[in-house]
């Protein structure tokens, strides 16, 4: 067996402690309390299917309080907390530079949020300018049920890249 020593501070810490690091990855109180109270967790492995199929679903609320954390694509947000430095880490393959692109990444983010009522959600980590501006395009044609279930999955999406990024520090 490997020993995994973020595993291991995170099985370890204390609840308040876990609690802090839990949220900062999954923006959504209640999941978070899950994924602590469930400790210790034998690997890494476990640790991250319980983020991503944690706290049954998601309501729509809950959904719109941990999108009020995340920047627009294509706009990483300003700060020094946890939170933007993951952002900003996680969009570092979106170029906002291209002139043509940031008008697109731009005009995207508007038309989603005029639609959905809400900032435009995706896993940009590994993603490049032209992934998520193709993923933008297709989203925009969901139905309100339908993007909410699509958002759901990014967020758990996001939540076990970012785990996984913190077991890693």
């Not at 980590?125 to 925009?140: E, F, I, K, N, P």
Request: aromatic share 4%; glycine share 6%.
């Amino acid at each position: 067996m490997v020993f995994d020593a973020g595993l291991r501070r995170f099985n370890e810490a204390s609840q308040s402690e876990a609690t802090t690091w839990a949220r900062i990855c999954l923006d959504i109180p209640r999941w978070a309390d899950e994924l602590v109270s469930a400790r210790p967790y034998p690997d890494r492995s476990s640790l991250l299917t319980a983020a991503r199929t944690g706290a049954g679903p998601l309501s729509a609320e809950e959904i719109e309080r941990a999108l009020a954390h995340h920047p627009r694509i294509g706009e990483p947000p300003g700060g020094d907390d946890a939170e933007a430095q993951l952002a900003r880490t996680e969009q570092s393959n979106v170029d906002s530079s291209d002139a043509e692109a940031k008008k697109r990444l731009a005009d995207g983010n508007r038309a989603y949020e005029d639609k959905f009522g809400r900032v435009f959600l995706i896993r940009a980590a590994g993603r490049s300018t032209s992934d998520v501006l193709t993923a933008l395009d297709r989203r925009l044609v969901n139905d309100e049920a339908g993007e909410l279930a699509v958002v759901a999955e990014e967020l758990r999406d996001i939540a076990a890249l970012r785990l996984a990024g913190m077991l890693d520090a």
